[in-house]
């Protein structure tokens, strides 16, 4: 397992900007909010929680196809479906493996862009905490996400709609924490929903993952 | 003899050819009724006029939506734990009737909206629920399009309509939480004081009979294509063999 | 002498895409032994192949092999370009418990390239590296699907080299190919009389009768 982990982190960096990438995407779509909504801040103060949780998944969308589809275009997901790796284990693993190279850097950097976005001090450190707390959850999804298209040619935007209805929950209690945090309310209890969501994710999902490959598989 | 019987390809299209008549023309009746009943025959709203009578549209057509997506949901359970083909085909055919059933249940909330709230769309709960609803329904019937291999297909979509169950009653939940929303509560509550009048709910009763009965026998009538799409497949598989 | 064969099967029926394409297949694997399997293409060789491996379900009958017995290597040797040629290795060797990589990197002349990326490497070095995998999975049966597709002549006399080291200890091997193996005591196994009719696989055949 902590093979399979390596050698996803490794490929994800060597492939090119494996942490770079989602972040500069993110950062690119905060710039074109400010540049869409006009430079107001006190607008965009407001909407900041929402637009920086929408930016974060459509960030963490980015990179999904490419969880399953490079094993599976070069033989490598037959081989490891017929190793000792099991694959609850193995759907588990990438999603972890998407996690490090999406989320974390994601959820580590938010704060950068909230300032940019004028959100209010306290709740910068409820942005990262929601982001580390919901970014998990994504990555499991995406994952399951991708074991469903994993033998479509293509799969790309298919990927998209199967995944972002899924994406409903953790958006909403994600973005609402921060945005309670701004306006001087207590976060916890949307915050905890969401954490609830990501262990919910993390614990079953590699099932369902793990399931669809190997009807992909057959 | 078991139930499972007519998960056999052959004896379902037997009792189904039986049924598909009296199914169509019992549906096209009671729709014929409930809506005439009540469209001309019942009173106008105090407070909301004629527009109330989207009503028997809108109520049948909500309700069938949800219960479109827990009968698919039976169906791929049933599919995946018994491999029964006829199971995964239903669930396939009721696909595209139930996204039907939501797109109308919105498009009607949005035309009875427009009169009483005073805008086509509000960012309520009940409405924003129905719109990712509509969504799952989308990404549902392009997964059964997008994979070749009919079982694959079949396996795919029945995980995700597992899965998608899941996320759309969190998704109702988060959306409560998000919205507190100006749609009405219930409309058939049984608690008294709540209820709407006799003279709405027959002719309602009769409503949502009639798009039940025009659900299963959609159904039937798609399940009845599917299976003889397989057949042909597998007749030109058969040939290419030999 | 009987020995217990190392892989067996019967009454197999293999499907694929939902439709039965072979059926009737009855066949031991002893320990030491090669099958190499022939007909023309579609008949099902990789669909044979990849029901045996566990990644496919058979349509009817059994398939008999000691658990973790079995290596599977298909058309493609799903090694990653941008890792090196050890890193690709050291990763299926821990993935199979494994102990090392030097003894399959020395058998299959791959030293001089281990710290190359795999993407560099010519057709034949990335068919000596594929089966270098199979070494390190340290399984006695050996299951391969067109071992033969790309490799020039000095590499085929290395995997006859191989596979015969392979089958001296007690190994089997398993493979389909339209090319000589170079191996002297393989048994040839035509599947042309085990094609199935086209029925679709399943309950769902019934309906077909």
Redesign the interface.
């Given at each position: 397992m902590m093979a399979l982990l390596l050698r996803d982190l490794r490929l994800a960096v060597r492939a090119g900007g494996g942490f770079g990438l989602a972040l500069a995407f993110f950062l690119a779509l905060v710039t074109l909010v400010a540049f869409g909504t006009g430079p107001e801040g006190g607008l965009l103060a407001r909407i900041a929680p929402g637009i920086l949780w929408v930016g974060a998944l459509l960030a963490s969308l980015l990179s999904l196809d490419r969880i399953f589809a490079l094993d599976w275009e070069d033989g490598a997901l037959d081989l490891i479906a017929t190793s000792p790796l099991p694959l609850e284990g193995v759907a588990a693993v990438k999603a972890l493996a998407h996690w490090l190279t999406t989320g974390l850097p994601l959820s580590l950097a938010a704060p950068l862009l909230g300032v940019l976005l004028h959100l209010p001090g306290p709740a910068q450190g409820w942005l990262a905490l929601s982001l580390l707390a919901g970014t998990p959850a994504l990555s499991a999804i995406g994952t399951f996400g991708a074991a469903l298209t994993v033998g479509v040619r293509r799969g790309g935007l298919l990927l998209s709609l199967l995944v972002l209805p899924l994406y409903v929950p953790s958006l909403v209690f994600g973005a609402d924490c921060v945005r309670r945090a701004a306006e001087g309310m207590a976060p916890v209890t949307p915050f905890l929903l969401l954490a609830g969501i990501t262990l919910g994710a993390a614990a079953l999902l590699p099932f369902a993952s793990a399931a669809a490959l190997r009807a992909a598989l057959r | 003899m078991s139930l499972w019987e007519y998960?056999?390809?052959?004896k379902f299209?037997e009792t189904s050819g039986k049924l598909l008549p009296w199914a169509a023309s019992a549906a096209g009746l009671t729709l014929a009724a409930g809506l005439g009943w009540g469209f001309f025959l019942t009173p106008e709203d105090f407070r909301q006029g004629a527009s109330v009578k989207v009503l028997y549209v809108h109520v049948p057509t909500a309700m069938m939506a949800i219960n479109a997506w827990l009968m698919m949901l039976v169906a791929s359970l049933v599919w995946l734990v018994r491999?029964?083909?006829v199971s995964a085909l239903a669930a396939k055919a009721a696909g595209p009737v139930g996204a039907t059933m939501t797109l109308c249940a919105l498009v009607t909330g949005a035309l009875w909206g427009a009169p009483v709230w005073g805008s086509w769309w509000e960012w309520d709960p009940r409405l924003t629920s129905f719109l990712?609803l509509f969504?799952?329904y989308?990404?549902y019937m392009?997964?059964w399009a997008?994979?070749?291999?009919?079982?694959?297909a079949a396996?795919?979509t029945a995980?995700?309509c597992?899965?998608?169950s899941v996320?759309a009653v969190?998704?109702r939940?988060?959306?409560n939480?998000?919205s507190q929303g100006m749609h009405q509560g219930a409309s058939l509550s049984l608690a008294p004081g709540e209820r709407m009048d006799a003279a709405f709910r027959y002719p309602l009763y009769l409503c949502m009979a009639g798009f039940v009965l025009l659900f299963v026998a959609l159904v039937l009538l798609r399940t009845r294509t599917e299976?003889r799409l397989?057949?042909l497949a597998?007749?030109e598989?058969?040939?290419?063999?030999? | 002498m009987m020995t217990a064969p190392a892989l067996s099967v019967a009454a197999l029926a293999v499907a694929r895409g939902g439709i039965v394409v072979l059926h009737g297949l009855d066949f031991a694997l002893s320990p030491g032994e090669a099958l190499v399997l022939h007909g023309p293409n579609g008949i099902g060789k990789t669909s044979l192949l990849r029901t045996l491996a566990g990644l496919a379900p058979p349509a009817a009958g059994r398939i008999d092999a000691a658990p973790d017995s079995l290596a599977y290597a298909g058309h493609l040797d799903g090694m990653k370009g941008t890792l090196t040629v050890a890193e690709n290795l050291r990763f299926w060797a821990r993935a199979y418990g494994a102990a090392g990589i030097d003894g399959a990197l020395a058998a299959m002349d791959l030293r001089p390239l281990a710290d190359r990326p795999a993407g560099g490497l010519s057709a034949g070095q990335k068919r000596r590296l594929g089966l270098a995998r199979l070494l390190v999975t340290g399984r006695p049966v050996w299951l391969l699907d067109e071992p033969t597709v790309s490799l020039d002549a000095a590499s085929l006399a290395l995997l006859a080299a191989v596979l015969g080291a392979h089958l001296r200890q007690g190994g089997s091997v398993l493979a389909a190919s339209h090319a000589d193996l170079g191996l002297a005591g393989a048994r040839a196994f035509d599947l042309a009389p085990f094609r199935a009719g086209g029925a679709a696989a399943g309950r769902f055949g019934e309906a077909f009768a």
């Open positions: - | 998960a056999n390809p052959t299209m491999r029964h083909h990712v969504l799952f989308l990404g392009a997964l997008a994979i070749e291999n009919p079982d694959t396996d795919m995980i995700l597992l899965v998608g996320f969190l998704s939940y988060a959306a939480f998000w299976i397989r057949r597998a007749i598989a058969r040939e290419r063999m030999a | -």
